[in-house]
């Protein structure tokens, strides 16, 4: 099943996403559904959020990209309960980035280059690594999402400012866009 995008403007975009336990209902096939929602919108990661479920699962789908990072063949990863611990923040690297639930908006952002993760697999194993290179990057930004943050909170003042318009046409329904896309329900 291919669920629609939530949209900037959404409310379920700026909240904390909850850890889940095991017994989550239909783990499986949720994250199934992410996978195909995924390939269906063409991007390389997927919080749940981004799909209405306050809950802290991301997928990644790196294989699209690995033929500049040929690293990432075949990297298409499941991150479970995910939480940045540590960021060395001695050097940062600058990359442009896009999100689904941002459509028609691509931003260069500046992030640290090495993360502490600690997270859980699909078969709820732990795990605690430093990670570092394009993978850092992209969960940054997925990570983002389940502390209800977005790339877009780390632009500068200026540049927040030239995007501003774009942001209300987000918020208004008021854009193209290639894949199924949830706005927020006009309040009157
Ligand atoms: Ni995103």
Redesign the pocket.
Known sequence: MIYPIYIYGQPVLREVAADITKDYPELDKLIADMRETLAHSGGI?L?AP?IGLSIRVVIMDLDLISDDYPAYKDFRPTYINAHIVEYDDKETETSDEG???LPGLSEPVRRPKRIRVQWLDEKFEAHDEWIDGYLAVVMQ??FD?LEGK??IDHLSAFRKTLIKKKLQSLIKGDFDCSYKCKVRKPTR
């Open positions: 990661g919080a981004q999100c689904l639930s930004h997925e999402h977005l790339y």
